[in-house]
């Protein structure tokens, strides 16, 4: 079965506007946002930011193509849950093109779960990897058109 990005990525933690420009600050905005919307405990925050950051040492996820994934798995973290996060100025992310990145989905993941994680990472790459799918997000300007942009590539109603 099909892992579905609708599903992974509830309305409250969508983020047309992301504020921050710095990649360390964006990881936090996002983070900030998964909370809000449940997927996290409050008191998990700085261990999540730390452990995404660790992550993102190890090497990038800033993927090229103006996108980026950073993830991780935790064990204060009951339910597979994606942020998403639009940035119209760029944000250095240290990405393998060198290029800006302004589409960001922040991935958290149960710690006993890894296929799950895989197939969510799966889900979320099979739709970056094409090009209309990148360029509609970036031009999202409310959570109601990165919703509806979600279900479409979910239905498979989006070109490649």
């Known amino acids: ?5 609708s599903d992974l990525v509830p309305e409250a933690a969508i983020s047309t506007e992301l504020s921050s420009t710095q990649r360390d600050d964006v990881i936090a905005e996002m983070v900030d946002l998964l909370i809000a919307s ?3 405990e409050a008191s998990s925050r700085d261990d999540l ?3 995404v950051l660790d992550r993102e040492q190890k090497g990038s996820t800033g993927f090229g193509r103006g996108v980026a994934v950073p993830h991780v798995k935790h064990t204060g973290v009951e339910t597979m849950t994606a942020a998403v996060g639009l940035s119209h100025s ?4 240290n990405a393998l093109d060198r290029q800006p990145v302004y589409s960001v989905f922040l991935l958290l993941s149960p710690e006993d779960r890894p296929e799950e994680h895989l197939q969510a990472m799966e889900a979320i790459f099979k739709q970056l990897s ?3 799918f990148r360029r509609f ?4 300007g409310s959570v109601e058109e ?3 942009l979600l279900a479409d590539a979910d ?3 989006l070109g490649g």
Not at 137 to 140: G, K
Request: charged fraction near 30%.
């Open 1 to 5: 079965m099909t892992m579905k990005l």
């Open 38 to 40: 449940g997927a996290a």
């Open 49 to 51: 930011i730390k452990r």
């Open 90 to 93: 760029g944000i250095d992310f």
């Open 130 to 132: 094409k090009e209309i």
């Open 137 to 140: 997000l970036r031009q999202a």
């Open 146 to 148: 990165v919703r509806t």
């Open 155 to 157: 239905n498979q109603t």
